[in-house]
């Protein structure tokens, strides 16, 4: 199984910057992917961002040019770094991962508690 903890969430105003940091842990093979999604009170949740092992990147359109998604495959941790926040990022944060638990076994979801993440004046 796979454990995620999510640190970094918090107020802060528009314009400003927060990194979000997810940190992995307990009995799995590899992790193939780590993702990070957000929702807002009465939406759905969406990605935000998602790196593979080989640390090809994905972004939403909406926050493209502001975040950027970064991980130590040795620590088993993503990194979110977000710059230029807008009301509009206000959101719970998720940490999502993909991975074997064991050798040659299917890839499975795991989601971490989530970290609250407000923009505001």
């Known amino acids: 199984q796979v454990q995620l903890v999510e640190s970094g969430g918090g107020l802060v105003q528009p314009g400003g910057s927060l990194r979000l940091s997810c940190a992995a842990s307990g009995t799995f093979f590899l992790i193939y992917a780590m993702d990070w999604y957000r929702q807002a009170p009465g939406k759905q949740r969406e990605l935000v961002a998602s790196?593979?092992?080989?640390?090809?990147?994905n972004y939403a359109d909406s926050v493209k040019g502001r975040f950027t998604i970064s991980r130590d495959n040795a620590k088993n941790t993503v990194s979110l770094q977000m710059n230029s926040l807008k009301p509009e990022d206000t959101a719970v944060y998720y940490c999502?991962?993909?991975?074997?638990?064991?050798?040659?076994?299917?890839?499975?979801?795991?989601w971490g508690q989530g970290t609250q993440v407000t923009v505001s004046s």
């Open positions: 999502n991962a993909k991975a074997h638990r064991y050798h040659n076994s299917p890839l499975s979801d795991y």
């Open positions: 790196i593979t092992s080989g640390s090809s990147a």
